[in-house]
């Protein structure tokens, strides 16, 4: 998009040159002007898509100028950038049509969330409403990291939806490991250090890239670090996530604690994960009276069965009937697959197509984007990399 900057600041200028070149799509500040009687006068040959006014010296005849410019521009969207509380001005602009206003000296984040908006109503960019899914292990070494991350890589590989993993383990937190052999540059600390600087492109800088369609979020690698995640941190993280991914799946590990809660409160689905053995069983319902006491509705937790192998002495019927809630998925005991995941940091569906680990995740996939593909061998050919002539 290109816009036109109304100001006398080139300090201005350059700020929003910066911020908006920083956007994806960026945002192109091609033209300016120091005054709206220069931008009357001197008119663009091509429109711009987005016209700035720097409205901070407040004249008297800025209504009537913003009026004219409105008419000379209609396509344009308005951006109003005042330092000063001019109710009777801001009535007159809203009428003329403008719809953002924000304060002088220019807040980025309030900026980039403007954007979000214009660019939305522009038809350039396209808000997403993404849905956060939270995984968390009811007792260690349940294997809910492995199923997360291995998880997201699936959602991003086979469904095509972009995908955030956040590592949210307070301390030792090694999910990109898990998919990736790519040092972390950004942490969810640092993110939160930043907080203010915080939009969609940020966030994206920060990630650990899997895929094209699959970032994490890594965690601090320093526990003394963890401390600088506030959960209030974690509401804008992922309210800007929310607008820019399809799913945020959420590694929360074991540790409830203030960060982690405020994420399960702003959380679709949980996902406990547990395997069929008593102290699996005994730390779950614990988790589960957590949940109740804190009001979370029964239907948005699902349990999930790791290394699940029938025949055992423990059936899920057992397990439903122990804790009152159903267990939706199972994900077989594939020892060989997940180790070798494990331990070369590359996703089971990558290193291993055919394993059962695979195919449990791909089930998993379409059993949360309720989507199958029309065909019923869809979702396996890409698995598989089958094509028409296969058959």
Do not use: W
């Amino acid at each position: 998009m290109k816009a036109l900057l109304i100001s006398r600041d080139s300090l201005l200028f350059a700020e929003l040159a910066s911020q908006g070149a920083a956007r994806v799509p960026p945002l192109n500040v091609a033209n300016s002007r120091v005054s709206m009687r220069e931008a009357l006068d001197r008119p663009l040959g091509e429109a711009p898509g987005l016209v700035i006014v720097d409205a901070g010296d407040g004249a008297p005849d800025d209504a009537d100028l913003l009026e004219r410019l409105a008419r000379q521009y209609p396509e344009a969207q308005f951006m109003l950038l005042t330092s000063q509380h001019q109710p009777e001005f801001l009535i007159r602009a809203m009428r003329a049509g403008v719809r953002e206003v924000l304060q002088l000296p220019l807040v980025h984040r309030a900026f980039h969330e403007a954007m979000d908006r214009i660019s939305t109503a522009a038809g350039v960019a396209q808000l997403r409403d993404g849905k956060v899914l939270a995984f968390i292990a009811c007792k260690g070494g349940s294997g809910a990291t492995f199923i997360s991350t291995n998880f997201g890589y699936a959602l991003a590989t086979l469904a095509e939806k972009k995908v955030l993993l956040i590592d949210l383990h307070g301390q030792f937190g090694d999910a990109a490991l898990y998919v990736s052999d790519q040092k972390p540059t950004m942490t969810l600390s640092d993110v939160c250090e930043q907080i203010a600087r915080i939009d969609g492109p940020f966030l994206d800088s920060c990630l650990v890239h899997v895929t094209q369609g699959f970032g994490v979020l890594a965690a601090a690698d320093d526990p003394a670090h963890a401390k600088e995640a506030k959960p209030e941190h974690i509401d804008t993280i992922l309210r800007v996530a929310r607008q820019h991914y399809d799913y945020i799946v959420l590694d929360v590990g074991r540790q409830i604690d203030a960060v982690s809660l405020r994420a399960l409160d702003s959380t679709d689905i949980i996902y406990p994960v547990l395997q069929l053995a008593l102290p699996d069983i005994r730390d779950a319902r614990r988790l589960l009276d957590i949940f109740r006491s804190l009001g979370y509705p029964i239907e948005s937790i699902r349990l999930i069965v790791n290394r699940y192998e029938k025949g055992g002495r423990l059936r899920l019927p057992d397990l439903h009937a122990a804790l009152g809630c159903e267990v939706v998925h199972t994900v077989p005991n594939d020892y060989v697959a997940v180790t070798d995941s494990v331990n070369q940091g590359v996703p089971v569906l990558e290193l291993s197509r055919s394993s059962a680990a695979a195919r449990s995740l791909a089930d998993l996939v379409e059993l949360v984007t309720a989507r199958r593909p029309p065909e019923s061998r869809g979702l396996f050919d890409r698995l598989f990399g089958r094509s028409e002539a296969d058959y």
